[in-house]
């Protein structure tokens, strides 16, 4: 039997959710998008990286889990996750 179509906009919300578990995420500044093509998909999340975070690290680490979890949840081949920093948040309050 063939697996269930799950929608883009579903998937995008998998994507999104997925981002916003790596540490240096403070949130998402947009939501995420998913294209699918035969079997495949690419996806795109605009993140809000946390004050102090590395975005070459936090940006390596959303691509892995994001990959990771749309393949998983959809049995696609995710074959690119491109993450865009789209702001940095604050910086913690002086003491």
């Known amino acids: 039997m063939e697996a269930p179509l799950i ?16 540490d240096g995420v403070s949130g998402l500044a947009r939501d995420a998008a998913v294209t699918r093509t035969n079997g495949t998909a690419d996806v795109v999340v605009h993140v809000e990286l946390a004050w102090g975070s590395s975005a070459e690290a936090v940006g390596r680490s959303v691509q892995e889990r994001v990959a990771e979890y749309v ?20 910086p913690p309050a002086k003491q």
């Open 71 to 90: 393949g998983q949840m959809s049995e696609l081949d995710v074959r690119a996750v491109d993450v865009v920093v789209e702001q940095v948040g604050a």
């Open 7 to 22: 929608s883009s906009e579903v998937l995008a919300r998998y994507a999104g959710d997925a981002a916003q578990e790596v």
